[in-house]
């Protein structure tokens, strides 16, 4: 039976985040001020939740609503936009009874086979809303940890994905793309039953190169992100645990710890644990290795640090951004804060994925956003000099900034994509790379407004 719930009382229902209904083709944007860079040509994609109808049960931010796709696609320094829904049986099953069925991930409401017919009953919903990458040709929207959703160039759905039938179970948001082999080294954890962490990897062509490879643990945990270098997959197991037995399905325990699992891409040792205090990360920048005089060899981390997961309400937690100097070999681990200041969505340029890294961007906050999920700043840590710049954008909020190379190639030469959101007004935001603080290289207003959302990826050149 449906549970009441009061969609007008979430903040993560109303305002910028509020959802939009209507997908738009090919639209041209607006050219607010500057010029288009002239090698700026491609595609940037962005997913995030936008309910299709007023959730039931709860609606957790950023957990739960359905996923759409916001595409600006850029050519001879025009740009238009496409948005479409990643629509999945769930939405299909929804759209027929014009209304919600399944409740929120806090509050696990199935429907009956009546409703939905026989292969839908007893699964979650598909919440394919977390993030979009490309990888062999293909685009795939991602979920927090299910199967993802194969979409074409124009953004129609084509279906669920499981890479051949070798990854049945799907994978987790955050897939890595190394860019020296080309693999994207993939993680799951699973909510139910053992083995509740694993890992795999997709070749360059897109086939499983390497098949799930459990990783002993002791229950459910959710785990949003990871890191990989040239020789290791780094994975923080932050003492959030799934619990279905009683009324609180995700429960933050911090008497477990943090521990960090170090594993051999090769799967030549075993897991290496390094238990720690407890603290929660969403997302990191990158990580990369360092070797010693004596040979040994460290894993230097760069993260958002938040003291424990905020969920809840109006919850909060202390945020920074903080540096890990992993040393597997010992079981130990060094922390050095980099920022006090609330921090998430850390992106560097892609091309150094798992390799030194000088420069990274994020997004903070100000006096300006209140509340959980508000940012307004954007941050540029020159890991190199310690310097910080800044880039406040007042009352205007603002998301994930994602890196673009410029035709220089050089790690730093390119621009930042940004949406920027006040009111009913969307704008995506073209910065300088280099320069964050000075006038953007272009603003562009999007032809309907983009509800804030999540992750997304630069694809250059065509689809």
């Known amino acids: ?36 860079p002239d090698d700026l040509v491609g595609t940037y994609l962005r997913n995030g939740p936008n309910a299709r109808f007023p959730p039931i049960g709860s609606y957790t931010y950023p957990l739960d609503g359905d996923g759409m796709v916001h595409a600006v696609g850029f050519a001879d320094r025009r740009a238009t936009y496409r948005n479409r829904y990643v ?10 009874a014009g209304r919600a069925l399944w409740g929120g991930v806090m509050t696990p409401i199935t429907p009956s086979a009546a ?20 990888h062999a040709g293909r685009l795939l929207a991602l979920a927090e940890g299910a199967r993802p959703f194969l979409l074409t160039d124009s953004l129609d759905t084509v279906g669920p994905w499981y890479f051949g ?9 955050h897939p890595k793309l190394d860019p020296v082999t080309g693999e994207l080294v993939v993680f799951r954890y699973d909510v139910l039953s053992a083995p509740y962490l694993s890992w ?19 229950a459910a945990y959710m785990i949003h992100d990871f890191v990989i270098t040239p020789h290791y997959i780094v994975l923080f197991v932050c003492p959030a645990r799934f619990d279905f037995s ?32 407890a603290f929660w990360v969403w997302h990191f920048a990158n990580a990369f290795e360092e070797s010693g005089d004596n040979g040994a060899t460290t894993i230097i981390v760069d993260y958002a640090h938040w003291s424990h997961l905020a969920l809840r309400g109006h919850q909060t937690a202390a945020g920074g951004v903080t540096r890990a100097r992993l040393d597997p070999a010992a079981a130990t681990a060094r922390f050095e804060a980099v920022d006090d200041q ?15 890294h000088r420069y990274f961007h994020a997004a903070s906050k100000d006096g300006n956003a209140q509340g959980r999920g508000m940012w307004n700043v954007i941050r540029r840590y020159d890991t190199h000099t310690g310097a910080v710049t800044s880039r406040s954008n007042g009352a205007t909020m603002v998301g994930e900034a994602v890196f673009v190379p410029s035709s220089k190639g050089g790690e730093g030469d390119g621009y930042l994509l940004v949406y920027a959101f006040a009111g009913d007004v969307t704008e995506l935001l073209i910065l300088h790379a280099s320069d964050i603080a000075g006038e953007p290289a272009a603003v562009l207003r999007l032809p309907q407004r983009v509800p804030v959302g999540l992750h997304g990826c630069w694809v250059a050149g065509a689809l």
Not at 87 to 96: D, L, V
Not at 209 to 218: G, K, L, N, V
């Open 115 to 134: 409703q939905v017919g026989p292969e839908l009953v007893g699964r979650f919903k598909d919440l394919p809303d977390i993030n979009i990458v490309h």
């Open 246 to 277: 009683g009324p609180q399905v995700l429960r933050w325990e911090p008497g477990r710890g943090t521990r960090i699992a170090v594993i051999a891409r090769d799967g030549s040792s075993a897991t290496r644990w390094i238990a720690t205090e």
């Open 342 to 356: 609330p921090t998430e969505f850390p992106r560097i340029d892609d091309r150094r994925v798992g390799q030194p």
């Open 200 to 218: 795999a990897v997709i070749g360059a062509d897109g086939t499983v190169t390497r098949a799930e490879q459990p990783i002993d643990i002791d």
């Open 1 to 36: 039976m449906d549970r009441p719930f009061d969609a007008g009382s979430n903040p993560f229902l109303q305002g910028v985040f509020a959802p939009v209904q209507r997908e738009l083709d090919d639209t041209p944007l607006r050219l607010v001020a500057g010029a288009i």
């Open 165 to 173: 039938g070798q990854l049945p179970k799907g994978i987790t948001a």
């Open 87 to 96: 629509r999945t049986p769930s939405i299909a099953a929804e759209e027929r």
